[in-house]
């Protein structure tokens, strides 16, 4: 059967995971909605990401753009009042009355790899559009997941080249379109507003949410102490939101009784955990693998990377990241790298130079690239 062009395409862009992934896939809405022909309709597996993306809207015309709740079967909301499973998207998504609103759609925009489980529930003409959150380096980020989508926005030719080497992506099937979330914050054009009232250096501890790569439960607490103690540095605490997503809030509140007013700030989950507030207020990056790093690189400065499992990861095409900076597998370690980082910052500079040019693409108008190539993807699908 031809395609009915008489009536526009309809776009859904789902946000099936937490808020923070509405960062990644805000701009891209508000572009695909300005292109003609297009109908947009923003969907969400929880009310907060419903929330963010009203947060992120740039005018009016973005506000006004509809947007849809998930329903959550009454069997797994009681399952979600139990924490420790977590928002359960994978079966929210894929339940029967979710499944019809989303098969009335021409085409899924997401960042929530989770997504692709829809693949063999939806109709072979909703076409599936992974955008890949966050810049690759981890195992994780160059799964087989692709394998669930017909179209990929990519951020960087690294990731390109990996995927391609892997035969996860395939030409005409992707586009590198750069960072959409990097460009809000520089279209917004203020710097973070001042988180503590002296002038010590800023440390970022940002550890990853995945258990047998995060540095959480060995370095946290001795990093506070030292901080707290001494006023060597100040200290923010943010890891990666889905670390305490699932913990009851009697441990948030353990862990946020830790923060010592003008030295050490912990936030488990807060907009400011996501927005790029603490990684553009800081002056040194201690982490793990996350991908916040290339957040707080826009520049070369100083890292420290924490390696609490051990791990051979030198010539590990996983860790590319930590020839960045120094590699601590302690506590005491960790300190004292931190506290020598600006001094060694030389040693890593021009290395940290050469990776961002290669790693992050900084063209502006990453977010109408992106929504470009998704208009021209699903043209060319319907001939």
């Known amino acids: 059967m031809a395609p009915d062009k008489s009536r526009p395409v309809r776009i859904a862009v789902l946000v099936g995971a937490e808020p923070y992934q509405a960062y990644h896939v805000a701009d891209i809405a508000w572009q695909l909605a300005e292109r003609p022909g297009v109908e947009v309709h923003i969907v969400a597996t ?25 329903h959550t079967p ?11 499973l977590g928002i359960l998207k994978t079966q929210i998504m894929t339940s029967r009355r979710n499944i019809e609103l989303l098969g009335r759609f021409d085409a899924i925009v997401t960042p929530t790899d989770h997504s692709g489980k829809l693949r063999r529930a939806l109709p072979d003409n909703t076409a599936m559009i992974y955008v890949n959150h966050g810049i690759g380096g981890r195992a994780a980020s160059y799964s ?10 990519l951020a960087s030719r690294n990731d390109e080249r990996r995927l391609l080497e892997d035969q996860r992506i395939r030409p005409g099937h992707y586009v590198v379109a750069g960072y959409p979330k990097s460009e809000r914050n520089e279209r917004l054009g203020h710097g973070p507003p001042p988180l503590f009232d002296n002038d010590r250096p800023i440390v970022l501890f940002n550890p990853h949410s995945k258990r047998s790569l995060r540095s959480w439960e060995r370095f946290a607490q001795p990093l506070i102490a030292h901080a707290a103690r001494t006023g060597d540095f100040n200290l923010i605490v943010a890891p990666h939101v ?5 913990r009851p809030r009697f441990l948030w509140r353990r862990w946020e009784l830790l923060a010592v007013p003008g030295r050490v700030i912990v936030d488990l989950g807060s907009s400011r955990s996501t927005d790029m507030t603490y990684a553009r207020a800081a002056d040194i990056y201690v982490g793990d693998v996350s991908s916040q790093l290339y957040e707080f690189l826009d520049r070369p400065k100083p890292c420290v990377f924490l390696n609490a499992h051990g791990l051979d990861w030198r010539g590990n095409r996983d860790f590319p990241n930590w020839d960045l900076g120094d590699v601590a597998t302690t506590p005491e370690q960790a300190i004292a790298a931190i506290l020598e980082a600006p001094a060694r910052h030389r040693a890593y500079s021009g290395r940290q130079e050469a990776r ?6 900084r063209r502006p108008g990453s977010a109408a690239r992106a929504a470009d190539a998704i208009v021209a993807f699903l043209a060319q699908r319907e001939q």
């Open 74 to 84: 009454a069997w797994l909301a009681m399952l979600q009042r139990l924490s420790v």
């Open 242 to 246: 889905k670390l305490f997503h699932r």
């Open 46 to 70: 929880l009310a907060a990401s419903l929330d963010a993306m009203e947060h992120l809207a740039r005018n009016d015309r973005d506000r006004s753009i509809p947007r849809s709740l998930l």
């Open 356 to 361: 961002i040019q290669e790693t992050v693409d």
């Open 144 to 153: 087989d997941k692709y394998g669930n989508f017909d179209f990929v926005v």
